[in-house]
């Protein structure tokens, strides 16, 4: 315990640094954090996904599309669109944290996903 409050200010300052950094590469291509989820990799992040409205997921693909050709061209947003971006505003994590929950609870109860539960 000891040791973990001697650390703690390191991993404080590490933290927001790796933050604003992460939120400066986000701006530069107009991405949201929940952007980087891939659905083919976690099921809960595609059910959570089909889950949102339509005009949400039209947004990201756009956002997604975005980004995938300013990076194809070597380019980035112009610095007033840039300022306009919100990174780390989430409109994934709501969904996603119901469908934990309902996955915990299932599995309390003994009862399976209703939908497949493998990656391909």
Not at 51 to 74: F, Q
Not at 88 to 110: H, M, N, T
């Amino acid at each position: 315990m000891a040791l973990a409050r001697l650390f703690r200010p390191v991993v404080d300052w590490a933290a927001s640094r790796y933050q604003a950094r992460l939120s400066q590469n986000l701006r530069a291509y107009g991405l949201r954090y929940d952007d980087l989820h891939d659905p083919m990799m976690d099921l809960d992040v595609a059910e959570a996904l089909r889950r949102l409205p339509d005009e949400v997921i039209v947004a990201r693909n756009c956002r997604l599309k975005r980004a995938l050709d300013l990076s194809l061209k070597g380019t980035q947003l112009p610095p007033e669109l840039q300022a306009k971006q919100t990174p780390f505003e989430s409109y994934l994590q709501p969904v996603l944290r119901e469908i934990k929950a309902e996955r915990a609870e299932r599995a309390q109860l003994g009862s399976g996903a209703p939908y497949q539960r493998t990656i391909p």
